[in-house]
């Protein structure tokens, strides 16, 4: 059975930093597309960030260079370092597998594209709120 476990939101003032860690079981990171959302009340699910079987990582353009994704393979465990933070980040964040978008182009168009929720697996989120 596959799960993810998402941690590492809070509350922080602009300017600050998160890191969000996503944990796997039942599945290998290395074999899936893995991707980083975000969704506010009212507004439709975004992608953040994604990160290919092969390692290749893709971000939306909001995020300007302050996010970075990373995985660490001994842990099984996907992480979104994100600095900078403004008070539109304020989000409640998910990390998703997919084990089908095998490319990088595909999984850069599933985590980063209109087709998010054909994301085979997903976390229950964790609140990130950003103050000015």
């Known amino acids: 059975q596959v799960q993810l476990v998402e941690s590492g939101g809070g509350s922080v003032q602009a300017g600050g930093s998160l890191r969000l860690t996503c944990e796997a079981s039942g599945l290998i990171y290395s074999s899936y597309c893995m991707g980083w959302f975000r969704q506010v009340p009212g507004k439709e699910r975004e992608g953040v960030a994604g990160?290919?079987?092969?390692?290749?990582?893709s971000y939306a353009d909001f995020v300007e260079g302050r996010f970075t994704v990373s995985k660490d393979h001994a842990k099984n465990t996907l992480y979104l370092q994100m600095n900078s933070l403004k008070p539109e980040d304020s989000a409640m964040y998910y990390c998703?597998?997919?084990?089908?978008?095998?490319?990088?182009?595909?999984?850069?168009?599933?985590?980063?594209?209109?087709?998010?929720?054909?994301?085979?697996?997903w976390g229950k989120g964790t609140l990130v709120t950003i103050s000015s």
């Open positions: 990160f290919d079987s092969s390692g290749a990582t």
């Open positions: 998703a597998a997919d084990r089908d978008s095998t490319t990088q182009l595909s999984c850069r168009r599933r985590t980063l594209g209109r087709h998010w929720s054909g994301m085979d697996y």
